[in-house]
């Protein structure tokens, strides 16, 4: 792992990062040039790489244990729709200058349970100072049996249409921690707020679709744009049930009080939940997983399709985060 | 590869970046959540991961192009070092706000040259939008023979020290750049600004070195001080012998004008050459080799030695770019 602000940096590598790197023998203790990784016989690396930028993917006064959440579980659920097993990650880090070590210990700590939790230590990486804003890349790596990996453009003409966990929490808990949701109460604004700020990859859920989804991604643009992401992929026509597309608690009392926000819900982003077209429901899996539509042949193209069969227009199909 | 600034950022994934990754399969042409990798057998992964900020690594007016190069220069350098041989590589781009296409695709056109040159292919990414500077993240993944990459804790008492190409060309590049290397004519400050601005890996010379090599590193936070990290890893003491340190005749011309710069010389950073200990001078290697040093029973030190043997006192050893 590399520095460029002279002693003091290879110190916070020193006492913040190698930790996290212990239980990886390939990472060198952060003290080499690079770090190796030798995947299990029959298996074939997967690697991805995400970033986010304070004031954009996270708010500016995001805790530093909620934006560790947010890099890794979103990078963990990019490796959860491969079906891929997570190995560990690289991580840059660029700090406004004049951070505290105060806020790169509590994001140590905050890498740390997901490197605990998933068995996913830190490989490498860099940091360096920045004039702009905290922003941060992370490339995460884990392992599928060779030419197993899930991919998005294998629906077929037949396939359901599943979804695991609930949908649109990401975007709702956006509109709370602004204050913009006023239709429901502060537990389940609490709770809203929390599914944005900390995802919650599907990580076991997709290692089980391996051999069970024809096609897989991770809801991360908005279910809606996902869902055109694998009809545009696999050539095929996706028809959606919205009624039965699964809602939280706190969501469904949302959108009773507001059947605007049906829209939001469905375009929203940062669900982090995998959206997987299959012959039939998925069994072995961890997680809430529902029927949500149908794979159907015809042009690429999603027909979202409200109780009385009636196509829904959807206002905004592509998630913007907070700009 | 995601994005996140909706469809005209798929779009440039599409037109600009997605060519970049023809050469691998398992880059599934940056549409799927990720990409996959096999080693070749008997190999294992070298993973590094590299970030560089406008105005911080990069001087805020440099072109796309040499932008694209310090990049994957200071990346592969970084697997030179190992010993691996490149298969390809993920990137983050943070673009402020309103680049231009014409930049994106000037970029896209400077790692054309390193995918091409090195057979490079880009694997996946993220491209994203910042209110702040320019800031991109390689992770450049390469192979090398299971269990013998180099590393910097290997050198031995009785080994020597040997470095590739000449040192300090980086440094006083930079100097030129900034218009403060006044003591030597215009094409001399050409060829070190370009050695500054277009690192020049040693990719092959890297690999060579496995079985050869008892440690190694590339020099990039300054050639004392990269010694100091060898000297520190392999708990040894290293002599090095200032006079005998390889200079470009530019650097030369430099030198014998302004002896101060002898300091700047030997500390300053971004060079970019590989730091080897081995027990004799390494073969089949494709670029200048030069003997600099001994390694000594002692404690971890490095001790810097002029021409009649005193020990030079170098008031800066920690490379701080330019900042």
Redesign the interface.
């Known amino acids: 792992m590399?520095t460029?602000?002279?002693?003091d940096e290879f110190e916070i590598i020193r006492h913040y990062f190698a930790p996290l790197a212990a239980n990886a023998p390939?990472a060198?203790n952060l003290?080499?040039?690079?770090?190796?990784?030798?995947?299990n016989p029959g298996f074939?690396?997967?690697?991805?790489?995400?970033?986010?930028?304070a004031?954009?993917?996270f708010l500016e006064d995001e805790s530093p244990r909620n934006i560790a959440a947010k890099l890794c579980g979103s990078n963990l659920s990019?490796?959860a729709?491969?079906g891929?097993k997570p190995i560990g990650f690289?991580?840059?880090?660029?700090w406004p200058k004049g951070t505290s070590l105060d806020t790169i210990a509590a994001f140590a700590a905050g890498l740390r349970e997901w490197v605990d939790g998933f068995d996913f230590p830190l490989?490498?990486?860099?940091t360096?100072?920045?004039?702009?804003?905290a922003?941060f890349?992370l490339?995460?790596?884990?392992e599928?049996a060779?030419g197993q990996?899930l991919?998005?453009?294998g629906a077929r003409p037949g396939d359901k249409i599943f979804v695991t966990g609930t949908i649109g929490d990401g975007v709702l808990g956006l509109l709370a921690a602004q204050g913009k949701l006023n239709v429901i109460d502060a537990d389940y604004c609490a709770f809203l707020e929390d599914r944005f700020r900390r995802p919650n990859p599907r990580v076991s859920a997709g290692q089980a679709l391996v051999g069970q989804a024809h096609a897989c991604?991770?809801i991360?643009?908005g279910l809606v744009q996902d869902l055109s992401?694998m009809a545009d992929?696999s050539g095929v026509s996706i028809r959606l049930d919205a009624a039965s597309v699964p809602l939280s608690p706190a969501a469904q009392v949302a959108l009773n009080t507001d059947p605007q926000l049906l829209s939001t819900i469905l375009s929203g982003g940062d669900d982090y939940e995998l959206l997987i077209s299959a012959a039939k429901m998925p069994t072995s899996l961890d997680v809430l997983m529902t029927e949500i539509g149908t794979v159907v042949a015809g042009p690429a193209s999603v027909f979202t399709q409200g109780k009385d069969g009636e196509e829904i227009p959807l206002a905004n199909t592509?998630?913007?985060?907070f700009?």
Request: hydrophobic share 40%.
């Open positions: 590399s460029d602000d002279a002693a390939g060198f003290q080499d040039d690079a770090a190796t990784i030798t995947p074939e690396i997967v690697i991805t790489t995400d970033a986010i930028v004031g954009v993917h990019d490796l729709a491969m891929a690289t991580l840059a880090c660029a490989l490498g990486g860099d360096v100072s920045t004039p702009g804003p922003t890349s490339t995460a790596i884990g599928v060779t990996c991919r998005r453009n991604l991770d991360s643009d992401h992929a592509g998630y913007n985060h700009k």
